[in-house]
């Protein structure tokens, strides 16, 4: 419901923030000497209003100019409500003159701001431009502007059209002591300065933009005015009578005239006419006075007039005389009649009993005033001068100054305590604590330009530190030092008493004539007076205005009116009677969480045992007046309960549909810094007046149950329901005004960015990263309360949305109106019954965790709006303070709350087409995206276990949480509850993901035991797939998922399928890694191959031959296209090759050759490993491993000739190499088995390698000496002689064929000796040696001559004349034989 205004205004502090406020200094030297003697002018102060500062669309809106003046120095501060006014403060000092009263004037031109300044000596106009002219632009959306005073030190301020001199007139004693001014519609600027001995003189200087000289103008009693060209002495002067006197000057432009006012010594008006130059009109105040006997003879020293314009009234007059003991205005309205006459009509006279006029003004229709009484306190006060009761003034609640006295609790610390009193954001200002830290420190240095934080630090240090000085003793008890501190902070606390007293002393009121706004203008700062809410109208009234008052807006029925009005006045009573002691207990309670009713109860007891005054039954007496208590109750609480069905504003723009002007200006609309204090301290005011009130009452009624049927008429029924329905209610009310209090006096905290950025993460995990943050307009000033960094940021916008959604934006900004509006609507968003959630989500976007704690902690166990939004807030709180146990118990919490509140719903809101069936689901998905971003993996684990039992019929999302459960124990390491996770995952596709997860991960971790010793229960193909499709596609040594593979089939027995992948791998290896240390693996791949194959029974010992080439069908591998980018067709089914167990040993054999060959020779790896059994022996030959080369021969069953021919090839070139050759032969010499030949004299790698030749003889032998033939060959084609061991060996095998070798290679006397001797064997000489068992004999076995070689010997050597010797010899030989043979034959025959 709208709030109820009253009449009355309450005062409310626009302290500044900033240590002191930065003026500029501009000093004006002129050529003048003080005057002796001079009168010292009491300090002033006064406002100018722009003339559109009540439109929305201006440059100007809520804009206004204060100045005050002390001495000889002028403070000028423009402020703004909408926008900060940059450069807006300067301090203009004429040396040895002093400011008149009403010397200050400010006026606007289209173009310019024109301020006149008058002083006892000079008159000064300082020429400024016009906001509108700096802004060309119609849009201005700067946060900050330029203030007019920005380049005010540009200006020549001695410049003869900038100031004036006054010369003194001849016989003039004493200086002008009062002014005024004003400008023409010509631009002239008009002084109108009182004379000292009566009279008045107008200084005129002509436009600041034209050459001109000064005019002085001497107004007279006789009507008769002389100009002068200067200040020249006037014959007339000494008509003048001292009752002339003018003490208050005031001046207005009519039509083509100006009129200047002059209320005199002699209590009279007088009215001069500047064109005539003629006293149009002369009053005697004194006629308006009743009972004025008496008067005639005092000065009126302390009269005042002031002027007010408007175009229904026209131009009304207020009077002010000073009378003592009863003051009186009279308001007079100037009336013009026939031949340029004018009268004054007489509309009202209003009396005071106020002492000490300050200042009062005067609008169309209102008086106000500020008055100081004896006790130093400022007294405000207006009224309508037409239409008021019995000329009853409407009170002004005035902010009582900070308490003298500091109350400190058994349980608080004495120095928290004061810290928190003296810089809480209502009490004192800046100003004061730096002028009190200062003399406390005696003035031992000048505090400049320090922060309030630093402020803080600085007044603790001086107070622990004198503390420290004075101690003399090194011991005492806590409470000796407890006294001590409390004895210094109690010091330094009654020095910013002074001070702020100092500060707070009234100069000036003003009241703007366009919005109504009204300012009372101070020594130390402006306060701003709001109109006051109708309930806290009757709870701060004064007493002789509440006991008179007959009716309250409030109630429509006047006899439920009169009834609130006397229930009130016993919540007076009972206010006053409350001590400070119970108040304290009674905050405590509060504080604390304990029932307020309870304590309420506790004061009540209180009260009663201490009621001297017979309190209790002066409010039982009242108590039995009110006819219906109920009513007035409800009436009560219905009128401070703010709760709302309608949300507050929204999060829409700014007056949709409007143009883009009107939307930047209302952006802006009570946006600066002085803004933002004032509503939030109005705020803080009104909740600190309820929570008292809202106490009272709950006392009260306590009481009233108490009295029961003595103070009730309806009896039990309304009993019940005072005790049902309504003290609940008042505690309800009372808890929530508390809260409110706390949080509005609650300093925000200053955040680190790494925090910020932390925390925009997390918004944006939550997709809450548009709602009110941090933002770049955030006021430098500190501190900031957090209700008033909740209005900056948020609560602004959408409270002037909801005001100008009901009203036009070209409507004037009404003072009273809108100031009200935006308080009330800011309480209403605040209070936490209210659906909104605006204020916990702002301090959680801000970060402010701590301020958020302690309103969830507050709000808890009597709010039941929002509880899952708190819990939920609460559990990000926890989260940034790293309690991420806490954190999820309340996110659980917050659960069974998703589809009730709406901050809830927004949070769980979701873009995706395809949402979670359930809420609560989209809420757990939110919380866990939330827990894993900020990296609590045991809490995501632990939320997801619960989500999964709201998800019982959702299978998508029971699959997702399984997966994210899986992810973070493997993660974790939590292997086994991993796998647990994955075998319960009910989707097909995420359990295969997982599982493929879950292999890597173990892999790259080498966890393999446990990745092998899962059952896979109905997944062991996917495994297997899945390892193999990892093993064909990785890089072979980088991951060794092949023997993973293979540990997984031996683990589970499965030998053969382990052999097939054993074998696989090897075969990979030697294709893809020719290395050697590739090769020493494949060779271990098929080792264990073959061992895998013996483990099974011989007619199961086989396996398929894995493709060759990376052919392998991956699952999830793209489509293979031609150079068409066509899809391949269908390979060609190849036909399956089967292995068995010799195939497998062969492969095995080759790859140990490959193998040794590396080993011996590394560069020769790159090509062993694909190299076939064939290459393989040349390989092995050429690099002298003949062992390894016979192996391979013997399994793949290959010819050794190979072998024996580079064994022979190598022995040749040893046999001629250097010694260099003979040791790098000792290298593969020693690669190869020698027989164990026990050498009694050292040998040379030669003999060794012929001995290897002979011992590979011996040990391979041939059919037919196949292998010494070609050893011979070989010798022998390269022109070495044969060893005699080789020709031993070989005559004993084949003579026939050493023979044919022998003529192959032309080596006839070899071949001849060859004959003799095999033909000596076959005679019975050395047939041993010839493999010849029994010589020629008649009884031996047929013996055989190569004759066709004899043949080809002979006949060789027959043809050569050298060999005839030869020739013959082997010719007599074979004769000899040839005989023996035929004797032989001849007795075998004749033994037949």
Known sequence: MAAVLERSFIEICGFERETLQRFRELTVELDVTALPGGVKFPDSAGAFHYEESGKLLSVVSNRFIHWSTSGDSVQLVETSLDTNLLNNAVRLRVCHCSVLPGGVTIQETLNNVIILISTNQSVHRLVLPHPSRMYRSELVTELHMQSIFTDVGKLSLEDPSHSVLIPSSVGQTGSPHTSTAWLSQSGEAHYALASPAGGIMVLSLPPHDTPGSVAVLELKRSSMMQRLSGWMPSAMRGEQSPADLVLSLAVRELEEDCFIFALCQDHKLRMWSFREQACLLETDMLEYMPACRGVKRLSGQGHRLRLAFSSTTGLCLCVYLAVPQRGQFTVLQLVATDNNRYSLDHISSLFTTQETLVDFTLTSTDIWAVWVDDSNTT???????????????????????????????????????????????????????????????????????????????????????????????????????????????????????????????????????????????????????????????????????????????????????????????????????????????????????????????????????????????????????????????????????????????????????????????????????????????????????????????????????????????????????????????????????????????????????????????????????????????????????????????????????????????????????????????????LWPSNPGFQFPECLMANCQYTQLQEYVRLIGPWCQVNIGSCRFMLGQCYLANGEGQKALQCFQEAATEVEKEEFLMRLTGTEEEEAPSSPRLQYYNKVLRLLEDVGLPELVIQLASLAITEAVTDVNSQAALWTRIFKHHLDLGHNSEAYEALTQNPDCSMQLDCLRQLVVVLCERSQLQDLVQFSYVNLHDEVVSIIESRARGLDLLAHNYYELLYAFHINRHNYRKAGTVMFEFGMRLGREVRTRLGLQKQVNCYLAALNCLRLIRPEYAWIVQPSSGATYERPGASPK???????????????????????????????????????????????????????????????????????????????????????????????FGGEETQNEAWSWLAANQLSSVVNTKESSATDEAWRLLASYLDRYPSANGQHHRCVINKVLSHGVPLPDWLIKSYKGMDAASLLRLYLNFDLLEAASELVLEYVDALLGRGHQYFGIERPLSATSSSVWLPYTSIDQLMQILNETQTNSSIYNKVRDKLDDYHKLVEQTTKRRLVAR
């Open 1121 to 1215: 296209r031609n150079s068409d980018g066509e899809l391949s067709s269908e390979p060609v089914k190849r036909q399956v090759d089967i292995l068995e167990l010799k195939d497998l040993e062969k492969e095995y054999i080759l790859s140990r050759s490959r193998l040794t060959l590396a080993q011996h020779h590394p560069p020769s790896a790159a090509i062993a490993g694909s190299a076939s059994a064939v290459e393989m022996v040349s390989l092995l030959v050429q690099n002298g491993l003949f062992d390894s080369a016979l192996l391979v021969c013997q399994t793949f069953k290959l010819s050794l000739t190979s072998v024996f021919e580079g064994l022979t090839f190598k022995c040749i070139k040893l046999q």
């Open 379 to 829: 007294v405000v006060k207006y009224i309508n001068f037409e239409h008021n009761t019995a000329g009853q003034w409407n009170q002004v609640f005035v902010q009582p100054p900070p308490e003298e006295e500091v109350h400190i609790g058994v349980d608080q610390d004495p120095r928290e305590t004061y810290l928190e009193v003296l810089f809480s954001p209502l009490r004192f200002t800046a100003s004061a604590i730096v002028k009190a830290l200062q003399i406390f420190r005696r003035g031992s240095e000048r505090i400049t330009d320090v922060s309030w934080e630093s402020l803080k630090k600085e007044v603790t240090v001086a107070v622990e530190s004198e503390l420290q000085s004075s101690v003399t003793e090194f011991e005492f008890s806590q409470e000796e030092y407890r006294q001590l501190q409390v004895e210094f902070w109690s010091k330094l606390y009654a020095c910013c008493l002074q001070y702020q007293e100092s500060l707070s002393l009234p100069l000036g009121l003003t009241v703007s004539p366009h919005t109504g706004m009204a300012c009372l203008l101070k020594k130390g700062f402006v306060s701003f007076l709001l109109p006051c809410f109708a309930v806290d109208h009757l709870y701060l009234s004064y007493d002789e205005y509440l006991f008179s008052e007959e009716e309250t807006p409030i109630a429509e029925d006047p006899e439920v009116g009169r009834d609130v009005l006397q229930l009130v006045q016993c919540l007076r009573l009972i206010s006053d009677a409350v001590s400070g002691a119970m108040a304290y207990e009674m905050e405590k309670a509060l504080e604390h969480l304990q029932s307020p009713e309870r304590a309420a109860e506790l004061v009540l007891e209180n009260l009663l045992s201490n009621d001297n005054d017979n309190v209790v039954e002066d409010i039982q007496n009242k108590l039995q007046d009110i006819r219906n208590p109920m009513a007035a109750m409800n009436v009560l609480l219905r009128e401070m309960d703010l709760e709302t069905d309608s949300e507050v504003g929204g999060d829409g723009p700014l007056a949709p549909g409007q143009s883009l002007n009107v939307r930047i200006s209302l952006s802006q609309l009570y946006g600066s810094t002085s803004a933002l204090s004032i509503v939030c301290q109005a705020v803080c005011h009104m909740t600190m007046t309820r929570a008292l009130f809202c106490r009272d009452l709950l006392i009260l009624q306590k009481l009233y149950l108490r009295f029961g049927d003595n103070v009730f008429l309806g009896g039990g029924a309304q009993l019940l329901q005072l005790q049902q329905d309504l003290i609940p209610r008042s505690s309800a009310l009372l808890s929530s005004y508390h809260l409110l209090k706390h949080v509005s006096q609650s300093l925000a905290s200053s955040v680190p960015m790494d925090i910020i950025d932390a925390n925009l993460q997390h918004l944006t995990v939550l997709q809450l990263s548009d709602s009110p943050v941090l933002s770049a307009n955030r006021s430098v000033l500190s501190p900031q309360t957090v209700v008033e960094l909740f209005y900056q940021t948020a609560a602004r916008k959408m409270i002037i949305s909801q005001i100008y959604s009901q009203q036009q934006s070209n409507s004037l900004l009404n003072w009273s109106h809108m100031i009200s509006n935006v308080v009330n609507l800011l309480a209403q968003l």
